[in-house]
């Protein structure tokens, strides 16, 4: 077995762990790895600490990159360790591609779905997790699983997705896809001027659109005003752009290192909102992958926070519960939480993972810096709201949640807990996540 040590970081530059890196498990040195334990990898686009662990072994699925197509049944079997930005480009050779993607490419199938990944098509199509026909799960006995959504193992597969790795090495996995006539998403923006508004315009837009997201202004006097985008395939005869014009436009621009610095000021945030806010509303034609993941246009954005970096924290309310959306947009203003990326959206039905993120609800994605004099009282006090409206807080973006606050979100942590212990009785999975929740 080849092992390195490596320094590893959450996406939010703001936690990190000192561990050896693997791709392959073996029984030889079973006692060992038993000790720390061992936590599966992806492209390290989660921003706590779910794919760290200290001490122990990093298992990389970067082997398991094969992508087989099946345009007879619109299906996929794709190795975990494979980018979703490539995939994307295998399947738009063959007018094909995800029913769900989240807002970045940059993860690997394998954390798509230990996150079970939702996206801008929640309200329709659900989760990552709702896209599996099959996965091939490496226990940690060294044994290959096929699991199945249903049927005999369906406990081993709900505990899988959104299981945060703590079960196996997810090593591939047979996903559902859609058909598609282009790259080409027509695309429609409307602006808001507060939250009650943009509750209203959802209803429409999720109505009207397969994909639907909120970009709301939180940086002072005009904290829930906003932009709300919708969008939808085309047809080849609504297109009347050529579709080699829009290939070729996707251009990524790197940020130089020397902004290693944080310039993230208050100021600097509500005169970027203002400029976002006024911009031009989008109408007409854009490139599939440029609407799904704006971000990717900048690979190394998140260095922008300076060395001490930024968390995301994301959370899920009740649907009935709509109203508090102002009250909480209360207590970040109160706190002077300014932010350039606040994220609105409306999810479609619950997902099945037992560990899963979504419930039917609104979801609300904030990126704070870590120089914040308060932030874990902030955030402390958000995650008891969270908790009283009925909500949760999305663990693949977590990086403070305590045991007593999972079992108050996640009510079925008892039966995941069970499962784990059946799937895995010696505990190798282990995370630094996973050791902060008690989990593992
Ligand atoms: C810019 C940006 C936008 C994002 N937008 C969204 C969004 O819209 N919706 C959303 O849901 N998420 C979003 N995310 C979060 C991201 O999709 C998840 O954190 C995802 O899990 C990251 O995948 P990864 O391959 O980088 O995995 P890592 O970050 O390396 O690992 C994440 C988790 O997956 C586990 N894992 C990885 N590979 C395997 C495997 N082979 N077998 C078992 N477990 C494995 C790890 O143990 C860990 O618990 C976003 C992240 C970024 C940076």
Not at 256 to 261: A, G, M, V
Not at 281 to 295: N, S, T
Request: proline letters at 3%.
């Amino acid at each position: 077995m080849k092992t390195v040590w490596v320094i590893n970081r959450g996406w939010g530059n703001n936690l990190f762990s000192f561990s050896k890196q693997t791709s392959n498990l073996s029984n030889e040195n079973h006692n060992e790895l038993l000790r720390r334990g061992v936590v599966p990898i992806g492209n390290g686009r989660s921003y706590g600490d779910s794919a760290l662990n200290s001490g122990g072994d990093l298992l990389s699925s970067n082997n398991y990159n094969q992508i087989i197509i099946n345009e007879a049944t619109n299906t996929a079997l794709v190795g975990s360790g494979v980018i979703l930005e490539k995939l994307e480009q295998e399947l738009l050779k063959y007018n094909l591609f995800l029913p769900v993607v989240p807002g970045t490419a940059q993860i690997t199938i394998g954390g798509a779905i230990a996150s079970d990944v939702h996206g801008k098509s929640h309200h329709h199509n659900g989760s990552f997790g709702d896209q599996l026909l099959k996965i091939k799960l490496l226990t940690s006995t060294c044994q290959e699983l096929e699991l199945f959504p249903t049927g005999e193992y369906a406990n081993f597969f709900w505990a899988t997705v959104g299981g945060m790795g703590l079960t196996g090495q997810i090593l591939e996995a047979e996903i559902r896809l859609i058909k598609v006539e282009n790259e080409l998403i027509s695309v429609e923006e409307q602006r808001f001027t507060n939250i009650s508004q943009a509750i209203d315009l959802f209803d429409n837009f999720n109505k009207k659109f397969l994909y639907t997201v909120a970009w709301l202004d939180i940086s002072g006097g005009s904290t829930g005003r906003g932009i709300i985008s919708g969008g939808n395939h085309t047809s080849i005869v609504d297109c009347k752009k050529k579709k080699s014009e829009f290939s070729k436009s996707i251009k990524k621009l790197f940020l130089p290192k020397t902004l290693y610095f944080n310039f993230v000021s208050n100021l600097f945030i509500r005169i970027f909102n203002i400029i976002w806010y006024y911009k031009p509303k989008k109408r007409g034609l854009v490139e599939i992958r440029k609407f799904m993941h704006p971000l990717d246009a900048i690979p190394n954005w998140n260095i922008v926070y300076g060395r001490k970096g930024f968390i995301q924290y994301q959370f899920v309310i009740p649907t009935e519960q709509a109203d508090s959306l102002q009250e909480i947009l209360l207590i970040l203003r109160t706190n002077k939480v300014f932010s350039f990326l606040c994220v609105l959206k409306k999810f479609g039905r619950h997902s099945k993972g037992f560990l899963s993120f979504p419930i039917e609800g609104w979801t609300m994605t904030i990126d704070i810096s870590r120089k914040h004099p308060n932030l874990s009282q902030v955030i402390a006090l958000l995650d008891e709201r969270i908790i009283e409206l009925g909500g949760r807080v999305y663990l693949a973006k977590d990086s403070f949640l305590t045991r007593k606050d999972l079992e108050s979100m996640y009510k079925k942590l008892d039966l995941w807990i069970e499962i784990k212990k059946k799937m895995d009785p010696d505990t190798l999975w282990k995370s630094d996540q996973g050791r902060r929740l008690d989990i593992c």
